[in-house]
């Protein structure tokens, strides 16, 4: 699987400057087969039944999406079932009795290896074609299982961003920076400058999980990353302690986040964002992914490149890894196979399926027939484009693990992160218990 | 006087015993087959999961591993501690703030206001009073009530100092504990000039009044100085009073001699600037005193590891005192008034009444009140799982709530979540058997 | 109330009959008045959170992410009926309304009658081993429903129940029962054995003794309990989510961002909720009125 990541993402980038070209051909290509295809697809019927997790306005924009598939399809009916956060109990509740929905949206592929392996899952082989066409090697093999195609990455959010408050920075005389030397000297300034540096938002698990595999992933490399993620490599591994250490000198420093050690603790998400550009600011910098603008527009009065701008992750190491992009993605599981189910899944590998979603902003996606054109922001293209370019593309190594170590609130990864930055000083402690969390989970099976 | 007995047979014949029976079972019929089916038969397949592995509707045989886990690892300990606090404090206090009220209710005339007002945290959804009260509980007094009415209070009396937070800018400058004094370090002699320079001051925190740093003159006879914001965008140099840099006024300045006792102190000019003049000829050190960085109250951590058990039980008592009062008062006012008026003109003060006829007669009505408060604690998942953040979701932990994640949260170990729920169940046989007991003694 | 006044004119028992009224009413104010002023500081701290809410619901989310919602009071030109707007104009809501009121109203409705047929049976009827299944039934009060979910998924999928409001109702129902048969039988034992006894010697039916006399003097207890009731099933979530039924709770579920406070769409909803439930108790309160069962003592 790693060799595939990295020649994949070489093709990615070869293939990107063909990228207008291909975005146009790609949409005459479907609009060419809908129109010969047009008498087969009024001839599919049925229904489909399809928990997600997307709610409010992102639910909307999907909707434009089962609109687009509607035009070439109007004999099928969709039933989106917005669930939020809430999706786990209710997709292992139907499972378990017995009747799940037709399709499901999973962003975790630790979770959807285990449904694999229960046997739960149908695989989407018959979409294989259209798949490959659109999306590179790395993309395809993020959703194949046990050797068999089980998996569409709808949609993708680039996790190595960094986000800063453009007065802030401006106030203490900092460029945004590229290396991680001059992270810690912008660091050093924006403490001095009275702002701290770094919104963290420990509340939520998995903010701490991103920050420490961005950092392994761009001081050691894709490859390395891959070990861990699998487990080839243990987590007291000294690789894993030099980024421990590492990823103290930002949480270290109590005084240098916003609400220092205990606010970190509190902090949440969505709080870490409104730390950062509310005014006056409590700190300077939040490490998150794309979705990090949808929440300053709704929470904030911070307006883009006056009062917000973005910046790829700073590099570590030089390397394969230097780049390296960590993406979160939505995986698109079916339960059912169906005539209906199968012409929904292949329109979704479509690019206008994701054209559809892409016009609202707040999307990137694997797929790279994706008309730029169509992207609303320069920050929506700079997202997409950074996903295609990236030299190498690896999952969101919690999302990959076993769910109880690495999707649980409270315990796992998650958990053992807040312990960390309780106390960062403990590196050695905290690796032997992220081992012994591991060991268990992988022993279970699960 | 006690409280009535449950119904004796009748001395009239048999038919009435057997239609007795049959009225029984017509009248039972329909609350049992709807327990039966939904509560019964679900409690059996809970039992029966508890005893098979983790995944699918049955899966495999696992016989008691499920429960050694449980009793091994240490997912329960702290749910186990935590309910055990919810139980002792919750029931009591919510049974007897429902009682006092609904009592003292009976003495005002604007009843249905003050019912209203207690009763509507009951009428607002759990996860609405979860985001409600996790806001109210913010640590920043700026945006969390509870904290901001804490501050008001302690601001009386602790005045905040200047600056609400400063580090040296040069190691130079010493600060021996948070909060305390920083002293320069090298010594001062009469006519020398003492630059403290300050970092890590916000721009919206140096005082309006300040001015452009300014570097005074040294004088003879006189020890002077500059207490300025060291800092300029791009860092500037380090110790240095530079262009671009603002003076600190307000901030109390001591000068102490050898030994370390205060001789003379000064307060700062709008460019920083303050001077200690007919200073005799020694050695001396120049401080910034303590009281200048008094931290104004940054509030408490209700939603940190040591009081979020406390915050949640404030809001859950908040919730349902309204319950306790509205079915007391439903008690009161079935009440025979006639019992009441008797042992009042018997000459019983107010609180003899209430003690020995009304608390009596209520018991019944107290009983279920307590019960079901005991049961619903020991239940308690809502309210938990919308207040308490993420990171100490663990420290709040309760049962219901470590079985869910068991269950459904990601472990998606149903054999073990089935094993916390039997563990549960067992829990509650205690406050069974105690309301067995009082039965028993209300029908002898 | 009268009795800390009266020992003292006695004496002079005709004269002061005026300076006696007046004597007494400050007695009896004084004695009142502590119990005024300490329910009014209660009732205006119980009041904050909830007031609180209110003011969260009328302000701007972007106004909320620097200062905390008093702020309204000294700006009061911040307020905003926007995000009522937003809520309102939405026409999912029309239709979760109208789900939750028959969920609601259907469940409450049969829980009180079931609830107060087995309430009277364990009251004042015998049977064989009634003590002990009126246990088992206050022993299941302390059953999670989540527990419930799975189970009742398989059997609802057998039997096409998913989906369906009944399914909802009788599953609240269940869940309802034991608290309800716990509080009713309770009181119905408080009923003074006598009135029954001599409703069944003048050749009375179980049924119309029930109907005619139980009802009538259990209607406090009924009251609240339906209170409770009709307010637990219209806040639930979690049930109506895992069967597939849009109420309120669910729909505004779905209306919440991902990422991003969704404060301004959580206020407001939990607003607008909470004046059904609200109308209900003031509806039922009255209800709870003195002297019901001393009347039909005599």
């Given at each position: 699987?790693k060799?595939?990541h990295?020649i994949?993402?070489?093709?990615v980038?070869?293939?990107?400057p063909l990228v207008?070209?291909g975005?146009a051909?790609g949409?005459?290509?479907?609009?060419?087969?809908?129109?010969?295809?047009s008498?087969r697809?009024?001839?599919?019927?049925g229904?489909?039944t399809?928990?997600g997790?997307?709610?409010?306005?992102?639910a909307a924009?999907?909707?434009?999406?089962i609109?687009?598939?509607?035009?070439?399809?109007?004999?099928?009916?969709?039933?989106?079932?917005?669930l939020?956060?809430?999706?786990?109990?209710v997709l292992s509740?139907s499972?378990?009795?017995?009747?799940?929905?037709?399709?499901?949206d999973i962003a975790?592929?630790?979770?959807?290896?285990?449904l694999?392996q229960?046997?739960h899952?149908k695989?989407i082989?018959y979409?294989?074609?259209?798949?490959?066409a659109?999306f590179?090697?790395?993309?395809?093999?993020?959703?194949?299982f046990s050797?068999?195609?089980?998996?569409l990455?709808?949609?993708a959010?680039?996790k190595?961003?960094l986000?800063?408050?453009?007065?802030?920075?401006?106030?203490?005389?900092?460029?945004?920076?590229?290396?991680?030397?001059?992270l810690?000297?912008?660091a050093?300034n924006?403490?001095?400058?009275?702002?701290?540096?770094?919104?963290?938002?420990?509340?939520?698990g998995?903010?701490?999980?991103?920050?420490?595999e961005?950092?392994y992933?761009?001081?050691?490399?894709?490859?390395t990353?891959?070990r861990?993620?699998?487990?080839?490599?243990k987590?007291?591994?000294p690789?894993?302690?030099?980024?421990?250490?590492?990823?103290?000198t930002?949480i270290?420093t109590?005084?240098n986040?916003a609400?220092g050690?205990s606010?970190?603790l509190?902090?949440?998400f969505n709080d870490?964002?409104?730390n950062a550009?509310?005014?006056?600011p409590?700190a300077?910098?939040?490490?998150e992914?794309?979705?990090?603008s949808?929440?300053?527009?709704s929470?904030?009065?911070s307006?883009a490149?006056?009062g917000y701008?973005?910046?790829p992750?700073?590099t570590?190491?030089?390397g394969p890894?230097?780049?390296?992009?960590?993406?979160?993605?939505?995986?698109?599981?079916?339960f059912?196979?169906?005539?209906?189910?199968?012409?929904?899944?292949?329109?979704?590998?479509?690019?206008?399926?994701?054209n559809?979603?892409?016009a609202?902003?707040?999307?990137?996606?694997g797929?790279?027939?994706?008309?730029?054109?169509?992207?609303p922001?320069?920050?929506d293209?700079?997202?997409q484009?950074?996903?295609?370019q990236?030299?190498?593309?690896?999952?969101?190594?919690?999302?990959?693990?076993?769910?109880?170590?690495g999707?649980?609130?409270?315990?796992?990864?998650?958990?053992?992160?807040?312990t960390f930055?309780?106390?960062?000083?403990?590196?050695?402690g905290i690796a032997?218990?992220?081992?012994?969390?591991a060991?268990?989970?992988?022993?279970?099976?699960? | 006087?006690?409280p009535p007995?449950?119904?004796a047979p009748?001395?009239?014949g048999?038919?009435?015993?057997?239609?007795?029976?049959?009225?029984g079972?017509?009248?039972l019929?329909p609350?049992?087959?709807?327990?039966?089916v939904?509560?019964?038969?679900p409690?059996?397949?809970?039992?029966?999961r508890s005893?098979?592995?983790?995944?699918?509707?049955?899966?495999?045989?696992?016989?008691l591993?499920?429960?050694?886990r449980?009793?091994?690892?240490?997912t329960?300990?702290?749910?186990?501690?935590?309910?055990?606090i919810w139980v002792?404090v919750?029931?009591?206090?919510?049974?007897s703030?429902?009682?006092?009220f609904?009592v003292?209710?009976?003495?005002?005339?604007?009843k249905v206001?003050?019912?209203?007002?207690?009763?509507?945290?009951?009428?607002?959804?759990a996860?609405?009073t979860?985001v409600?009260?996790?806001?109210m509980y913010?640590q920043?007094?700026?945006?969390?009530?509870?904290?901001?009415?804490?501050r008001?209070?302690k601001?009386?009396f602790?005045?905040p100092?200047v600056?609400?937070q400063?580090?040296?800018s040069?190691?130079?400058?010493?600060?021996?504990?948070?909060?305390?004094?920083?002293?320069?370090?090298r010594?001062l002699a009469?006519g020398s000039?003492?630059l403290?320079?300050?970092?890590?001051i916000?721009?919206?925190?140096?005082?309006?009044?300040a001015?452009?740093a300014?570097q005074?003159?040294?004088?003879?006879?006189?020890?002077?100085?500059t207490?300025w914001?060291?800092f300029?965008?791009?860092g500037?140099?380090?110790?240095?009073v530079e262009?671009g840099e603002?003076?600190?006024p307000?901030?109390?300045?001591?000068l102490?001699?050898?030994a370390?006792?205060t001789?003379?102190s000064?307060?700062?000019?709008?460019?920083?600037?303050?001077a200690?003049?007919?200073?005799?000829?020694?050695?001396?050190?120049?401080?910034?005193?303590a009281?200048?960085?008094a931290k104004?109250?940054?509030?408490?951590?209700?939603?940190?590891?040591?009081?979020?058990t406390?915050?949640l039980?404030?809001?859950y008592?908040?919730?349902?005192?309204?319950?306790?009062m509205?079915?007391?008062?439903?008690?009161l006012?079935a009440?025979?008034?006639?019992?009441?008026?008797?042992?009042?003109?018997?000459?019983?003060?107010?609180?003899?009444v209430?003690?020995?006829?009304?608390?009596?007669l209520?018991?019944?009505v107290?009983?279920v009140v307590?019960?079901?408060m005991?049961?619903?604690?020991?239940?308690?998942?809502?309210?938990?799982?919308?207040?308490?953040?993420?990171?100490?979701?663990?420290?709040?932990?309760?049962?219901?709530?470590?079985m869910w994640?068991?269950?459904f949260?990601?472990?998606?170990?149903?054999?073990?979540?089935?094993?916390?729920a039997?563990?549960?169940?067992?829990?509650?046989?205690?406050v069974?058997?105690?309301?067995i007991?009082?039965f028993?003694?209300?029908?002898? | 109330?009268?009795?800390?006044a009266a020992?003292?004119?006695?004496?002079?028992?005709e004269?002061p009959?005026?300076q006696e009224?007046?004597?007494a009413k400050?007695?009896?104010?004084?004695?009142?008045?502590?119990?005024q002023?300490?329910?009014?500081?209660?009732?205006?701290l119980?009041?904050?959170p909830?007031?609180?809410?209110?003011?969260?619901s009328i302000?701007?989310a972007?106004?909320l992410a620097s200062?905390?919602w008093?702020?309204?009071?000294?700006k009061?030109s911040?307020?905003?009926w926007s995000?009522y707007?937003?809520?309102?104009?939405n026409?999912g809501?029309?239709?979760?309304?109208?789900?939750?009121?028959?969920?609601?109203?259907?469940?409450?409705?049969?829980?009180?009658?079931f609830?107060a047929?087995?309430?009277?049976?364990?009251?004042?009827?015998?049977?064989?081993?009634?003590?002990?299944?009126?246990?088992?039934?206050?022993?299941?009060?302390?059953?999670?429903?989540q527990?419930?979910?799975?189970?009742?998924?398989?059997?609802?999928?057998?039997f096409?129940l998913?989906?369906?409001?009944?399914?909802i109702?009788?599953?609240?129902t269940?869940?309802?029962?034991?608290?309800?048969?716990?509080?009713l039988?309770?009181?119905?034992?408080?009923?003074p054995?006598?009135?029954?006894e001599?409703?069944r010697?003048d050749g009375?039916?179980?049924?119309?003794i029930f109907?005619?006399?139980?009802?009538?003097?259990?209607?406090?207890a009924?009251?609240s309990?339906?209170?409770f009731?009709?307010?637990?099933t219209?806040?639930?979530l979690?049930?109506?989510?895992t069967?597939g039924v849009?109420p309120?709770t669910?729909w505004?579920f779905?209306q919440?961002r991902?990422?991003?406070?969704?404060?301004d769409?959580?206020?407001?909803?939990?607003f607008?909720?909470?004046l059904?439930?609200l109308?209900?108790?003031?509806?039922?309160?009255?209800?709870?009125?003195q002297?019901?069962l001393a009347g039909?003592?005599?």
């Amino acid at each position: 699987m790693k060799k595939h990541h990295v020649i994949g993402a070489a093709i990615v980038a070869m293939v990107l400057p063909l990228v207008l070209i291909g975005a146009a051909a790609g949409r005459s290509a479907t609009s060419g087969a809908a129109a010969s295809g047009s008498a087969r697809a009024a001839g599919v019927s049925g229904t489909v039944t399809f928990d997600g997790v997307w709610t409010g306005s992102e639910a909307a924009s999907f909707g434009k999406v089962i609109k687009a598939f509607n035009k070439v399809y109007p004999n099928v009916k969709i039933k989106y079932n917005p669930l939020g956060n809430n999706v786990s109990t209710v997709l292992s509740t139907s499972i378990a009795g017995g009747h799940p929905p037709d399709m499901a949206d999973i962003a975790q592929p630790g979770y959807v290896k285990q449904l694999v392996q229960q046997g739960h899952l149908k695989p989407i082989t018959y979409a294989s074609g259209v798949i490959g066409a659109n999306f590179s090697q790395g993309w395809k093999s993020l959703g194949t299982f046990s050797g068999k195609l089980y998996a569409l990455v709808f949609k993708a959010s680039n996790k190595s961003l960094l986000w800063y408050n453009v007065p802030a920075f401006k106030a203490a005389g900092v460029k945004p920076p590229k290396t991680w030397a001059q992270l810690t000297a912008a660091a050093h300034n924006l403490l001095a400058s009275g702002t701290p540096a770094f919104s963290i938002g420990g509340a939520d698990g998995w903010t701490l999980t991103d920050l420490f595999e961005n950092i392994y992933l761009r001081t050691f490399g894709p490859a390395t990353y891959q070990r861990l993620t699998t487990h080839d490599i243990k987590w007291t591994d000294p690789t894993v302690i030099t980024a421990l250490k590492e990823m103290a000198t930002i949480i270290g420093t109590s005084s240098n986040m916003a609400g220092g050690t205990s606010g970190a603790l509190q902090y949440g998400f969505n709080d870490s964002v409104t730390n950062a550009f509310g005014s006056p600011p409590k700190a300077a910098m939040v490490f998150e992914g794309d979705f990090v603008s949808g929440v300053i527009q709704s929470s904030t009065k911070s307006k883009a490149g006056s009062g917000y701008e973005v910046t790829p992750f700073p590099t570590i190491k030089p390397g394969p890894g230097a780049t390296g992009v960590e993406v979160g993605g939505d995986l698109f599981v079916t339960f059912n196979d169906t005539p209906a189910v199968e012409a929904f899944v292949k329109f979704l590998a479509t690019p206008a399926a994701a054209n559809a979603w892409a016009a609202d902003g707040g999307f990137a996606s694997g797929n790279h027939n994706v008309n730029l054109a169509v992207f609303p922001t320069a920050i929506d293209k700079a997202n997409q484009v950074a996903m295609g370019q990236a030299k190498s593309v690896v999952f969101d190594m919690s999302d990959e693990q076993p769910a109880s170590f690495g999707a649980t609130t409270g315990q796992g990864e998650w958990g053992i992160f807040q312990t960390f930055l309780k106390n960062p000083a403990n590196v050695n402690g905290i690796a032997q218990q992220l081992e012994k969390a591991a060991t268990a989970a992988y022993k279970k099976g699960k | 006087m006690e409280p009535p007995l449950a119904a004796a047979p009748p001395e009239s014949g048999e038919g009435r015993n057997w239609g007795r029976y049959v009225a029984g079972a017509v009248f039972l019929a329909p609350a049992l087959f709807v327990l039966g089916v939904w509560v019964v038969y679900p409690v059996v397949y809970t039992v029966l999961r508890s005893f098979f592995g983790q995944s699918g509707y049955l899966g495999t045989w696992v016989g008691l591993d499920n429960y050694k886990r449980l009793f091994t690892t240490s997912t329960l300990e702290t749910a186990i501690k935590n309910n055990a606090i919810w139980v002792a404090v919750v029931p009591a206090f919510v049974t007897s703030i429902g009682l006092l009220f609904a009592v003292l209710l009976e003495k005002i005339r604007w009843k249905v206001a003050f019912k209203t007002v207690v009763f509507l945290p009951m009428a607002i959804s759990a996860f609405a009073t979860g985001v409600t009260w996790r806001i109210m509980y913010q640590q920043d007094p700026n945006l969390g009530a509870v904290n901001a009415l804490t501050r008001s209070v302690k601001d009386v009396f602790n005045q905040p100092g200047v600056l609400s937070q400063a580090f040296p800018s040069t190691s130079g400058l010493q600060q021996a504990s948070p909060g305390g004094a920083m002293v320069l370090q090298r010594p001062l002699a009469t006519g020398s000039v003492a630059l403290l320079g300050l970092t890590g001051i916000a721009p919206a925190d140096v005082p309006k009044t300040a001015v452009q740093a300014v570097q005074p003159p040294s004088k003879p006879g006189t020890i002077v100085g500059t207490v300025w914001r060291d800092f300029k965008p791009g860092g500037g140099k380090v110790g240095v009073v530079e262009k671009g840099e603002l003076g600190l006024p307000g901030v109390t300045v001591e000068l102490r001699s050898a030994a370390g006792k205060t001789v003379q102190s000064t307060t700062s000019q709008p460019d920083g600037s303050f001077a200690f003049s007919g200073v005799s000829p020694g050695s001396y050190r120049a401080a910034i005193g303590a009281q200048t960085f008094a931290k104004p109250f940054a509030g408490y951590a209700w939603l940190g590891p040591k009081l979020i058990t406390p915050a949640l039980l404030i809001a859950y008592i908040w919730i349902w005192a309204g319950f306790s009062m509205v079915v007391v008062a439903a008690g009161l006012a079935a009440m025979p008034r006639d019992v009441l008026e008797a042992a009042r003109t018997d000459g019983a003060s107010e609180w003899q009444v209430f003690r020995r006829v009304t608390v009596p007669l209520l018991a019944p009505v107290l009983i279920v009140v307590l019960v079901t408060m005991v049961i619903n604690v020991l239940k308690v998942f809502d309210l938990v799982i919308a207040l308490a953040p993420e990171s100490t979701q663990q420290n709040a932990n309760v049962i219901a709530l470590a079985m869910w994640r068991t269950a459904f949260g990601g472990v998606n170990d149903f054999g073990t979540g089935s094993a916390i729920a039997v563990f549960l169940f067992v829990l509650v046989i205690p406050v069974l058997m105690l309301n067995i007991r009082r039965f028993r003694t209300e029908n002898k | 109330m009268t009795s800390v006044a009266a020992p003292a004119p006695a004496a002079a028992a005709e004269v002061p009959k005026v300076q006696e009224s007046v004597a007494a009413k400050i007695m009896r104010w004084l004695a009142k008045a502590p119990v005024q002023i300490l329910l009014i500081v209660i009732g205006l701290l119980w009041l904050v959170p909830t007031i609180g809410l209110f003011a969260t619901s009328i302000l701007p989310a972007q106004q909320l992410a620097s200062k905390g919602w008093w702020q309204i009071f000294s700006k009061p030109s911040l307020a905003t009926w926007s995000n009522y707007h937003a809520l309102l104009h939405n026409h999912g809501m029309v239709n979760a309304f109208k789900t939750t009121a028959y969920i609601a109203v259907g469940n409450t409705l049969l829980v009180v009658v079931f609830g107060a047929m087995a309430g009277y049976a364990f009251a004042w009827l015998e049977f064989p081993g009634r003590d002990w299944i009126f246990i088992g039934v206050i022993g299941l009060l302390v059953v999670p429903l989540q527990m419930a979910l799975i189970p009742m998924f398989r059997l609802y999928d057998t039997f096409s129940l998913y989906g369906t409001v009944w399914g909802i109702v009788l599953f609240h129902t269940a869940f309802g029962l034991p608290f309800a048969i716990f509080l009713l039988r309770n009181f119905f034992t408080g009923i003074p054995k006598d009135i029954l006894e001599s409703a069944r010697i003048d050749g009375a039916n179980e049924f119309l003794i029930f109907v005619k006399l139980i009802l009538p003097l259990g209607l406090p207890a009924i009251a609240s309990l339906a209170i409770f009731q009709f307010l637990w099933t219209w806040n639930d979530l979690i049930v109506s989510l895992t069967f597939g039924v849009q109420p309120i709770t669910v729909w505004i579920f779905g209306q919440l961002r991902e990422f991003g406070t969704s404060i301004d769409v959580i206020a407001p909803a939990a607003f607008i909720s909470l004046l059904i439930p609200l109308a209900v108790f003031f509806a039922f309160q009255r209800y709870f009125v003195q002297g019901l069962l001393a009347g039909s003592v005599k």
